[in-house]
């Protein structure tokens, strides 16, 4: 670099003044800092949603941590988020390299891939409690007694049957986050792992897995926390239902809220959810060995 | 193998190449043709053919379904198209006020991610060029937004609109959404942001250009397919948004797309092929768009996530 006098060298560290960041700072911390400390503070009062907000000690608490419903939404959200990860990790992980390489008819399959995400989750649900219904739908239209099974009304399938149905709707997103971290391989690499003999599995384990390191823990982090927000979906799909078989914790804080009209009881769901998504974040960023922006930093 | 690992990664802007140059120049068009190219891949390709079944019952059903009358749908094959294809359940659709939905929607959508967009942008360019604690603090506070489920803090939002006499306005949507869209998009932005070349931003500071200047001059133009795709990431997680609607609106007024399916959903609960119509329709404005624009959609989404 040429530039050495002291003037312009005091012009050019002159960085941009910081309130540049004034605005969205001011709608983050008004919109979601503040709600955030709003949710801690109404968790120790009283409220119905429409009279008066009164202060009212640990009694939400320990309504909310004595209520076996808490527990079993715990519980609801645990396997949802379990079975979830175990199903789209490996799908959207194959789906994202085999769409990388663009062949024609790969291309023509990787536009019809992604048409799930353009859809709201509501479409979706609807969709599904259309072609699962128990008389209307597509097992008994078709006479095929295996799928004309009350899916949604039976308590041991229903689990399944969300997880279905959120893989359906998430698989697309993370198959291209993989299809863009897969892209960013140097060709190199294959190159020379071929003319060293090796197959496409043994290239598969030794290059791509290794090099998606990143990829891998950005989208398992969005997905894990991502499952603390699948509301929409199960809202409208099975309502919580049948029982509290389907009552993930997102649900739980919104029925308690805004249909049992315990707000207090709510918000102290809402800063468990919180504490949960917190914590998950830093374990799996602490399992990746490097934070999340630092890894982001890793190609600039 | 360990040192395959640590092999530098290409400077991630190559993503944002769209897939058309892809195919045509640069030092990856070798790679297209994709790791283990001397045999076809017969397993991925049947993975590939079967997912595509998964993807594609359940759309061929809504959109077969919502194109029969009801005693069509009582009595045919599900499977089968219609024998008298019929549009009648999408003009009970269209006659619901579907305009006004659409409508509505399109406000909300436009409302808050032009300004989401723009109040991001500028976080960004500050936080990549600007020194000193406060926005090392405001980075950081924009970084624990993406780990905390901002879902949780719905029941503070609600009373916070309430009290300022907001609720059930389109605005009580717009304002939590701008908010909500402004963690992912400043990460994304920023993350480009830092692969401008810096001698670019000297060389407009010593010819005595203002950061405004260089933040529409040359940070925009630098940057444009990141803020296309953080423009449409927003657009359709706000498009397709239930919780807020659900929570902050209430008469048919304010209703948006998502709410008037599950609404439709309520009140015509036995006209399945109805309640699927209006599901094609809701759909419909988005797949236009995918279709004109998808090139661009999914290049600019792929690198927004990969970084």
């Known amino acids: 670099m040429s530039i050495s006098t002291g003037s312009s060298r005091r012009v050019l560290e002159k960085g941009p003044s910081g309130w540049l960041a004034a605005p969205a700072l001011v709608f983050f911390l008004l919109f979601a800092i503040l709600p955030l400390l709003g949710v801690l503070f109404l968790s120790f009062t009283k409220w119905d949603g429409l009279g008066e907000i009164k202060l009212d000690g640990l009694s939400s608490w320990t309504t909310v941590l004595t209520d076996p419903v808490t527990g079993n939404a715990l519980l609801v959200t645990a396997k949802i988020m379990f079975f979830s990860f175990i199903v789209q990790a490996p799908i959207s992980l194959l789906l994202g390299v085999f769409t990388s390489a663009s062949q024609k008819y790969r291309a023509a399959l990787a536009v019809l891939y992604f048409v799930p995400l353009l859809l709201s989750s509501a479409a979706v649900a609807i969709a599904y409690k259309a072609l699962l219904d128990p008389n209307f739908g597509l097992g008994p239209g078709l006479g095929l007694p295996f799928l004309a099974q009350d899916w949604l009304g039976n308590s041991d399938l229903v689990l399944f049957v969300v997880v279905f149905v959120i893989a359906w709707q998430f698989v697309p997103f993370h198959t291209l986050i993989y299809q863009g971290g897969v892209r960013q391989i140097p060709a190199s690499l294959y190159e020379a792992a071929q003319i060293d003999g090796a197959g496409r599995m043994q290239q598969f384990f030794a290059i791509t897995l290794p090099q998606l390191k990143y990829t891998i823990i950005t989208s398992s982090t969005l997905m894990v926390v991502g499952s603390l927000a699948y509301f929409d979906l199960v809202f409208v799909l099975t309502g919580g239902g049948p029982g509290y078989a389907t009552r993930l914790l997102p649900l739980h804080m919104y029925l308690t809220g805004f249909k049992a009209n315990d707000m207090g009881a709510a918000s102290a769901l809402g800063v468990i959810l919180v504490v949960i998504g917190l914590a998950l974040a830093l374990i799996l960023q602490r399992l990746g060995g490097k934070n999340r922006n630092a890894s982001q930093l890793e190609g600039a | ?307």
């Open chain 2, 1 to 307: 193998m360990a040192s395959t690992t640590q092999l530098p990664v290409p400077p991630a802007r190559r993503a944002a190449l769209s897939d058309k140059q892809d195919h045509k120049h640069g030092p990856r068009s070798k790679r297209t043709k994709g790791p283990g190219r001397f045999r076809p891949n017969y397993l991925g390709g049947l993975g590939g053919w079967l997912w595509l079944a998964v993807i594609i019952v359940p759309i061929y059903y809504v959109v077969v379904t919502s194109l029969k009358n009801q005693a069509g749908f009582f009595t045919s094959n599900p499977m089968m198209p219609p024998s008298e294809p019929t549009l009648d359940n999408y003009k009970l659709v269209l006659e619901n006020d579907f305009a006004m939905y659409f409508v509505n929607s399109l406000i909300v959508t436009v409302g808050s991610v032009v300004p989401a967009l723009f109040v991001s942008f500028m976080a960004a360019y500050a936080i990549v060029r600007g020194k000193g604690r406060f926005l090392a603090w405001t980075n950081n506070t924009f970084l624990l937004g993406l780990a905390i489920p901002l879902h949780a803090t719905i029941i503070p939002i609600y009373w916070m609109i309430t009290k300022a006499h907001l609720y059930d306005t389109l605005l009580a949507l717009i304002l939590p959404s701008i908010a909500f869209a402004i963690p992912i998009s400043v990460l994304i932005l920023s993350n480009f942001m830092r692969d401008v070349p810096n001698e670019l931003f000297e060389s407009m500071r010593l010819d005595g250009c203002s950061d405004w200047a260089m933040m529409w001059r040359l940070a925009l133009p630098m940057t444009r397919p990141a803020v296309v795709t953080v423009g449409i990431y927003n657009a359709l997680g706000v498009w397709n948004g239930f919780l807020f609607p659900l929570i902050l609106t209430q008469s048919p007024s304010t209703r948006v797309l998502p709410l008037s399916l599950w609404t439709f959903q309520g009140e015509f609960s036995v006209n399945i092929p109805a309640v699927l119509a209006s599901v094609v329709l809701a759909t419909l404005p988005l797949l236009v768009i995918y279709v004109v624009a998808r090139r661009q959609l999914l290049s600019g989404l792929t690198a927004g996530f990969s970084k």
